[in-house]
């Protein structure tokens, strides 16, 4: 059996530390899971969470944004992201943990203009979330390189000012309680990644800008939007 064309590329991250890498199998995120951007977004911090999807193939590691078509308010949204080693259904959030195999630095770009005209007609969100480029992240770091992915700074500044900052203690929904909620809605597996959230101030971005997002214990994702 052959395929009718070559199959694309398997979109991964590499592995810091090691010459493999982690090969992408669904890219999975949260919507509002910090209390005060859930405010900024006209949220309510009692709603159970909500996850929409991104495209594997809109994962990118080279450092540039390119600005997209379609829209003229494209924001930035810094969050943790969580790789998974393994999967399944229905997982305890006590026994989550065990299928993490690691954490990167990411950015959900989001074409926020087109969302809020999916949100008005209720429509999905892929048209503002799962464009080309728009999940720039970092390497992935294994998980017992990072001490305590629970709690630590995150921020994200643009051309040297801060825009957001926050800390992974401020979620409302932790990263076990995401992976076992999740599990309930998807089977997840191996490859998959999970972005966990974003702190308040998101913000548009502007062709030159720089951007630069940090995770404590994690690391640093140098972006430029071209």
Request: hydrophobic letters at 40%.
């Amino acid at each position: 059996m052959t395929y009718a064309f070559n199959p694309a590329p398997q979109p991964a991250l590499p592995i810091r530390g090691t010459d493999k890498l982690f090969p992408i199998h669904r890219v999975y995120c949260v919507g509002r899971n910090y209390v005060e951007h859930t405010k900024e977004m006209g949220g309510d911090t009692k709603d159970p969470p909500f996850f929409f999807q991104k495209n594997p193939d809109n994962v990118v590691l080279d450092g540039k944004f390119p600005y997209p078509a379609a829209t003229n308010d494209v924001h930035f949204e810094i969050e943790l992201v969580v790789g998974l080693k393994s999967g399944g259904t229905d997982i305890a959030a006590t026994q989550a943990m065990k299928h993490v195999f690691g954490y990167a630095v990411g950015i959900d770009m989001t074409r926020r203009d087109l969302q809020a005209q999916a949100k008005k007609l209720q429509r999905p969100w892929e048209v503002g979330k799962a464009f080309e480029h728009s999940a720039p992240c970092t390497a992935i770091v294994p998980a017992q390189h990072v001490e305590n992915p629970a709690a630590g700074g995150i921020w994200l500044d643009v051309n040297g000012v801060r825009k957001q900052t926050g800390d992974l203690s401020q979620m409302i929904w932790d990263i076990p309680h995401q992976i076992a909620f999740l599990s309930t809605l998807f089977e997840l597996r191996a490859g998959d990644l999970i972005f966990t959230g974003t702190p308040s101030g998101v913000g548009a971005v502007q062709r030159g800008d720089r951007l630069k997002g940090h995770v404590d214990g994690v690391g640093e994702l140098d972006l430029t939007v071209v």
